[in-house]
């Protein structure tokens, strides 16, 4: 799944794409009401491809733990992240048997949730197809 130019912004509910670059500002689009808005060097962006859940061994690129939800979710929505915290811990055990509880918060999960939901309602979501084993020559 490609996360470039995908942002989420410290303060603003949502996701935003990145449309263009100026001097001082970034502009960017909200990914569900397309409303663009300037960003200045006071807000605190992070890019999701920047973004990485804990294992015990490394850490997981967020691009491949939404590639996991997505096989597990077979490409659909998956659950609310105003379920308990005890069900969204088991639902990513689900999706990263490994990934470390001592470091990764409730909070964590439940963006973790809606970043793939909205991500899912704009039509960014892919499920990698299978490869078959036979090659065309």
């Given at each position: 799944m490609n996360l470039e130019g995908i942002l989420s912004i410290s303060g603003k509910p949502g996701l935003y794409k990145l449309v263009s670059q100026a001097k001082n500002t970034l502009i960017v689009e909200g990914l569900t009401d397309s409303k663009r808005l300037p960003l200045?060097?006071?807000?605190?962006?992070?890019?999701?491809?920047?973004?990485?859940?804990?294992?015990?061994?490394?850490?997981?690129?967020?691009?491949?733990?939404?590639?996991?939800?997505?096989?597990?979710?077979?490409?659909g929505v998956t659950i609310?992240?105003?379920?308990?915290?005890?069900?969204?811990?088991?639902?990513?055990?689900?999706?990263?048997?490994?990934?470390?509880?001592?470091?990764?918060?409730?909070?964590?999960?439940?963006?973790?949730?809606?970043?793939?939901?909205?991500?899912h309602a704009a039509g960014l979501v892919e499920l990698k197809k299978e490869k078959d084993g036979n090659k065309d020559s």
């Open positions: 200045y060097a006071s807000h605190q962006v992070s890019a999701l491809e920047d973004i990485g859940i804990y294992t015990y061994d490394d850490t997981v690129a967020l691009s491949d733990v939404f590639s996991a939800i997505a096989k597990k979710e077979n490409g609310s992240h105003k379920v308990s915290k005890n069900e969204l811990y088991d639902w990513l055990r689900e999706v990263l048997p490994d990934f470390d509880e001592d470091r990764v918060y409730q909070s964590d999960i439940k963006k973790l949730v809606q970043w793939y939901n909205a991500l």
